[in-house]
Each structure stands twice: as structure tokens, then as C-alpha cells.
């Protein structure tokens, strides 16, 4: 997949799952779309997104409104 974080034993890029989340799906919605991944796996991966995300932007001292911004 190019380097892209993927959601393991699957080969869809997190960043796909995530988009689902902006266009405004739940998560039982995307596991509709995405059957073979299932809800707790969905769930797991989009925390550590947020986790990667908070670390990564709290160690880089990007103020808020920056963040926001993105």
C-alpha cells in the first residue's frame, strides 16, 4: 500500500477508514462497508489514530488553531 498505515491482517489504509468517519458514517456503518474488518478492530484502529495524532502534534508544540486549521 505505498508505506500507508494499514489496519493489520487487512489491507485498507486507515486514512480510508477515517475519511468514512468525516463523511459522517459510524463505525457499525463502515463495518458494513468493510465487512471483514470487524467492529473492535474499527474501533482500535481509529483510537490509535487519535492517540498517533495527539502525540505527534503534542510533541511538536503546532498550537491549536494550527491543528485545527489541517
Sequence with gaps: MGGAPVIKGTR???E?????LKEGN?????HEM??????????GAIEEAI???ATTLHA???PQTQAAAR
Design 34 to 43: 468493510y465487512p471483514w474488518i470487524d467492529v473492535q478492530t474499527l474501533s
Design 12 to 14: 485498507t489504509p486507515i
Design 26 to 30: 459510524s463505525v457499525e456503518a463502515i
Design 16 to 20: 480510508v477508514i477515517l475519511y468514512r
Design 60 to 62: 511538536k508544540g503546532v
Design 51 to 53: 492517540q498517533t495524532v
